[in-house]
Nanobody, 123 residues
Framework: QVHLVESGGGLVQAGESLILSCAASGRTFRNYKMAWFRQAPGKEREFVAAISWSGTTTYFADSVKGRFTISRDNAKNTVYLQMYSLKPEDTAVYYC????????????????WGQGTQVTVSS
């Protein structure tokens, strides 16, 4: 079993930055990808970013490319989402995901999910 805990959400103004963290525990994480998804009210959960085990390969949704970065610290079993130039449309609950062997934005390929952290961007 894998336990994921997100933190770092909050209320910010448009143009500001925020860093989310996801601490994982419970099993070996070698060779598994980690990702961030988000879900706005009334919308489907959508892919945001993913990162390989080594951290050398990343993948972003077009909507955040150039504004968000993703990184991981395997010694701490933690993945980060650095969000810059935030927009009101980035407002959502952000979820950490783990378990895919592919670097993908396909939600169903991730086996474990955190409880989410709210990010609200005011205009």
């Amino acid at each position: 079993q894998v336990h994921l805990v997100e933190s770092g959400g909050g209320l910010v103004q448009a143009g500001e930055s925020l860093i989310l963290s996801c601490a994982a525990s419970g099993r070996t994480f070698r060779n598994y990808k980690m990702a961030w998804f988000r879900q706005a009210p009334g919308k489907e959960r959508e892919f945001v970013a993913a990162i390989s085990w080594s951290g050398t390969t990343t993948y972003f949704a077009d909507s955040v490319k150039g504004r968000f970065t993703i990184s991981r610290d395997n010694a701490k079993n933690t993945v980060y989402l650095q969000m810059y130039s935030l927009k009101p449309e980035d407002t959502a609950v952000y979820y950490c995901a783990f378990g895919s062997t592919l670097l993908t934005g396909v939600r169903d390929l991730y086996d474990y999910w955190g409880q989410g952290t709210q990010v609200t961007v005011s205009s």
